[in-house]
């Protein structure tokens, strides 16, 4: 499966674009600027060479990368997300499309959860790519440790998505990444429950001094 990774060049989207490569799948890293997703590309692929991983990252602009995905992951920074997504919605036309976005804000010490009206960012997503199948997940895989390849992370990663076809595929991808096992939670409605997670595990993790929290349910 080719899946584009759209933002790719940072954290959530190196871990992501990483680990997809070396679970078999065929990558594209996308970003605004068609020059810096070749570069992340390459470096990508150099790192994943260094590990023994044949497989190459290419890059391009998130238009093109959008073009040419069976999959597409929103891996953009939150701010730029809506603005990001209405630009691409004829070129997601069709696709399936999974949300990680999280709406939040910092107020004093604690993060707080930040839904828009439509009742979660998946969901305001969904709003803006009609034609798209929307499905959430990775809400709940701290950015930087998935980053970490030498990071051996056991986690569950919940996956709401209302079209069961679009959720299943994006379970099995999510399942073919090692540590990784994906949990279905229920339709796109769901994701308000899991996007607010995030804040809560950042907020755990700065009042207990710990860090790269994410969830395992047994």
């Known amino acids: 499966m080719r899946i584009a990774v759209l933002g790719g060049t940072g954290h959530i989207g190196m871990g992501i674009s990483l ?4 679970a078999g799948h065929d990558v594209v890293v996308g970003s605004r600027l068609a020059e810096k997703a070749q570069q992340k590309a ?4 150099c790192i994943l060479k260094e590990r ?3 497989s190459k990252v290419k890059g391009k602009d998130n238009s093109e990368a959008s073009k040419i995905a069976d999959l597409a992951i929103l891996a953009i920074p ?3 997300a809506y603005v990001t997504a209405e630009s691409l919605k004829e070129d997601l036309a069709g696709k399936i ?3 990680p976005l999280v709406p939040m804000e910092k107020k004093g010490k604690l993060f707080l959860y930040c839904p828009p009206p439509e009742g979660s960012a998946a969901e305001k997503i969904a709003s803006i790519l009609q034609n798209s199948r929307v499905v959430s997940a990775f809400q709940t895989a701290p950015a930087e440790k998935f980053a970490n390849l030498d990071a051996r992370i056991k986690w569950d990663i919940p996956v709401c998505g209302s079209d069961e076809e679009a959720k299943n595929t994006v379970i099995d991808v999510i399942n073919s990444i090692d540590g990784l096992r ?10 308000r429950l ?20 994410s969830i395992r349910f047994v």
């Open 52 to 54: 023994g991983f044949s």
């Open 19 to 22: 680990r997809l490569a070396m």
């Open 42 to 45: 390459e470096e990508y692929t």
């Open 78 to 80: 939150f701010s730029h």
């Open 97 to 99: 499309v999974v949300s």
């Open 194 to 213: 899991v996007e607010s997670l995030t804040p809560l595990l950042i907020n755990l993790a700065i009042r207990n001094k710990t860090k790269d929290l």
């Open 182 to 191: 994906g949990l279905d939670a229920g339709p796109l409605a769901v994701s």
